[in-house]
């Protein structure tokens, strides 16, 4: 039995790898297909449609939870130590930096990064991208580029979003349970979080959205094996989209809060 398992796992790891190497190849022809500036608009329109409106209740749900359950576990502690004031703040940083940015783009690859790679597997087996071949359309231009637009532009709008509505479940929880002043709570905020914060907020999830996109489409696009190769596609397309989420935010937080400090822009 061990003997049959060795080549099996061998078989997966080099299936594995072959899929990172496509996905890096797809992610050349989407930049070359945004280059030409050939977009499908009405794709792109549904496609932000369902990234974007269809995914803001759970993002913001989840927002809301996280920043009540941060400030339960901080506020506590910060009153005891007399930082009562920083509470505020020390959420707006975290939300903004770390939680916003890293959660909402988990909420994506679950329910977006999933529907991508069923969508389109579910096409290529059932031969559907050979025939958009067989009438001339190519299916990185028609069915990749508008999923991937949508992705980079609509995650770093629910992020911002999730972090307004982390703040007020934050609010809620510091003024009803701990009885601090929202003003209290307001100023504090506006005194740690700087112009930069958002910014790399919002880089951060326009990389992320990308590569959720990129991950779940090139999964699909390389399904084989009829439904049961579509629902193994749908399960690893999810799954490698969470590890390059979390690899990727140790690198871009190194990149822009690491290092000198005085690398970091100020605004």
């Known amino acids: 039995m061990k003997a049959m398992k060795w080549p099996r796992l061998r078989w997966r790891a080099s299936q594995g790898v ?43 749900i989840t927002a ?57 597997g579910t096409m290529k087996v059932t031969e559907q991208i050979d025939a958009l071949y067989m009438l001339g359309t190519d299916p990185v231009d028609y069915l990749v580029v508008p999923r991937f637009i ?23 929880i510091a003024d009803y349970l701990y009885g601090i002043p929202r003003g209290v709570y307001v100023e504090s905020i506006q005194n740690f979080l700087q112009t930069w914060d958002l910014w790399s907020s919002i880089i951060k999830s326009g990389i992320f959205g990308g590569v959720v996109a990129i991950i779940g489409c090139n999964w699909g696009m390389t399904t084989t094996g009829g439904a049961k190769g579509v629902g193994q596609s749908t399960t690893a397309a999810v799954v490698i989209s969470l590890l390059a989420i979390f690899i990727l935010n140790f690198f871009l937080s190194w990149a822009l809060f690491g290092g000198n400090s005085s690398l970091v822009p100020t605004f």
């Not at 992610?27 to 990234?51: D, K, T």
């Not at 949508?150 to 809620?172: E, S």
């Open 64 to 120: 809301a939870f996280v920043g009540m359950v941060f400030t339960i576990q901080v506020a506590r502690e910060f009153i005891t130590f007399g930082a009562t004031s920083a509470v505020g703040g020390v959420l707006a940083i975290a939300l903004a930096r770390e939680l916003g940015p890293v959660l909402t783009a988990v909420v994506l690859a679950g329910r977006v990064g999933s529907a991508f790679a069923a969508e389109i």
């Open 18 to 60: 072959q899929r990172l190497g496509t996905a890096f190849l797809l992610m050349g022809q989407v930049i070359f297909y945004l280059v030409r500036g050939r977009i499908a608009l009405r794709n792109l329109i549904e496609q932000m449609a369902l990234v974007g409106p269809a995914s803001l209740s759970v993002a913001l």
């Open 150 to 172: 949508a992705c980079v532009l609509m995650l770093p709008i629910l992020n911002l979003l999730a972090l307004v509505t982390g703040l007020w479940g934050g609010l809620i």
